[in-house]
């Protein structure tokens, strides 16, 4: 597939997804949008592909934002309608997603940049990101989740903070909050967050996808997560992958999981 506004590449079971708009910052534009969709979905009924990671080009933004000039003449229906598709089709999209995708902050993630680092999995960032909210300076609130995921990360309290002064935190602050899991250098980014990756793909594709829907459950109104994990532990019992698991197990080998 060509795209305009991403660079995919591919090597031993990881994809990387690039944000590719260095002139505007990687601002997320309707057609960004629609691409990282299409890139996702893609990936996702790919069998090669175990693990997704998303960053951004240059040294300076993961995602400085949305681009703000495509909806500033927004009526009060065009702009909810936004944030309601935008969620639909790539933020609630991610964090859905059966595969692990991980966010690798490679710089300033503003706005729709940090809703977009907060629908992945988890996150890594490299010592110089920057990250906020800063929609209300705007007239606006969040739009892309980032009322519900931010508080879900780093606490109502701090949330309320960060969204309210629409202030920027460190890399490290924001490793101190629990909103990434680890800081490294720009320069160690990629190749940390690859050695991740590595990691989880020695496990059953399977049960990681089936722990990614357990740990959502529990963030839905409505939803017990504890049911839903007990559901998808039994269906774990049904797969090719817990055969080959507990097999090796008691074999005292290194299983080889097929996703199956």
């Not at 090669?48 to 933004?61: M, Y």
């Not at 969620?87 to 609630?92: H, I, M, T």
């Not at 089936?210 to 049904?238: L, M, P, Q, S, W």
């Amino acid at each position: 597939m060509n795209y305009s506004n991403i660079v995919l590449s591919s090597e031993n079971n990881i994809a990387t997804i690039t944000i590719n708009r260095p002139t505007k910052l990687n601002a997320l534009n309707s057609e960004t949008i629609q691409e990282l969709h299409d890139t996702f979905k893609s990936l996702e009924n790919n069998s090669d592909i175990r693990v997704i990671i998303l960053t951004g080009s240059s040294e300076k933004a993961f995602v400085a934002g949305a681009d703000i000039a495509e909806f500033a003449h927004f009526s009060i229906a065009e702009g909810a309608q936004l944030a309601e598709q935008g969620q639909e089709l790539l933020f609630d999209f991610i964090e859905k997603l059966k595969k692990p995708v991980i966010a690798a902050i490679n710089g300033f993630a503003l706005g729709g940049g940090l809703e977009l680092a907060m629908s992945c999995h988890f996150r890594i960032a490299s010592d110089n990101a920057k990250m906020g909210l800063p929609e209300v300076s705007l007239g606006l609130i969040p739009g892309y989740g980032g009322t519900q995921r931010l508080p879900q990360l780093v606490g109502k309290g701090r949330a309320m903070e960060m969204i309210m002064t629409a202030a920027m935190i460190d890399a490290t602050t924001a490793k101190n909050y629990g909103l990434v899991n680890h800081v490294v250098t720009q320069a160690e980014l990629l190749e940390f967050t690859k050695s991740i990756a590595t990691k989880i793909i020695k496990n059953s594709p399977l049960a990681i996808s089936k722990a990614i829907k357990a740990i959502n459950a529990n963030y839905k109104d409505g939803v017990n997560g504890f049911e839903t994990e007990i559901r998808n532990f039994g269906k774990c019992f049904g797969t090719g992958d817990f055969k080959e698991g507990t097999t090796a197990f008691l074999e005292k080998r290194k299983a080889e999981f097929i996703g199956k």
